[in-house]
């Protein structure tokens, strides 16, 4: 396998925990704070939403914040250990992650503070990592 291209958007992200049957907050989809990207996932115990940091009130349990890399795709489906092969070299760095897929690509969720190790580590397992750039 050769190694995968991703980027490192420059907003934050966090992770928030709500009920599960609480409708999908306001603030949560708010276009005020900008983020690369944002998820809504309900289970029967949780409602989980991935979204800009500095949109989730103090009053919600939350993590992060997180840097986030996407893997520059789209990646085809049938693709087998994309996220084996990028997330293995952080745990052994003892780095943790959160991972969220979508249809065209897969996040890595990285705490801030670990970013840069992270992006060290990704390199020198033959990856490479680009910031993305602010429009001006």
Not at 126 to 134: K, Y
């Amino acid at each position: 396998m050769t190694g995968w291209q991703l980027t490192r958007h420059t907003s934050e992200v966090g992770l928030a925990r709500l009920p599960a049957h609480d409708a999908v907050p306001a603030w949560a989809l708010a276009e005020a704070h900008e983020t690369p990207f944002w998820s809504v996932t309900r289970t029967a115990d949780e409602l989980s939403i991935i979204c800009a940091h500095a949109a989730v009130p103090d009053s919600v349990t939350a993590a992060g914040p997180f840097a986030a890399f996407s893997i520059d795709g789209p990646l085809d489906h049938s693709l087998i250990g994309v996220l084996a092969g990028l997330t293995a070299p952080l745990a052994d760095a003892n780095i943790a992650i959160l991972a969220q897929s979508t249809f065209d690509t897969d996040w890595i969720l990285v705490p801030v503070a670990q970013a840069g190790p992270a992006i060290e580590v990704w390199e020198a397992a033959g990856h490479s990592v680009e910031t993305e750039e602010l429009e001006s």
